[in-house]
Nanobody, 115 residues
């Protein structure tokens, strides 16, 4: 059974940057649409970014557009979220997700933006 494993979360000051990565095991990401979601305390999980199966198109939530960049490396079976100009309202648990026949979710990684 395949799984996604995230890395790269942590504590950062406002205006700083972080890069999250998500690696798939036991299945290939090639041909799968992949995305990032986040869930802040007491809020519902929300969409952050998506990249098409071969990287030809991307889409972003309005709240992160121009600050976050999603990318993928099918050869390494990974995809990433570069987050720049982070703000306290970006604080959340971030989840990676992929759909290839069925929906896969990562375990979540905490991102905290604070002084």
């Amino acid at each position: 059974q395949g799984q996604l494993v995230e890395s790269g979360g942590g504590l950062v000051r406002p205006g700083g940057s972080l890069t999250l990565s998500c690696t798939a095991s036991e299945f290939t990401l090639s041909g799968a649409a992949v995305s990032w979601y986040r869930q802040a305390p007491a809020k519902e999980r929300e969409f952050v970014a998506r990249i098409s199966n071969y990287g030809g198109s991307t889409s972003y939530a309005d709240s992160v557009k121009g600050r976050f960049t999603i990318s993928r490396d099918n050869a390494k079976n990974t995809f990433s979220l570069q987050m720049d100009r982070l703000q306290p309202e970006d604080t959340a648990v971030y989840y990676c997700s992929a759909f290839r026949g069925s929906r896969y979710w990562g375990q979540g990684t905490q991102v905290t933006v604070s002084l």
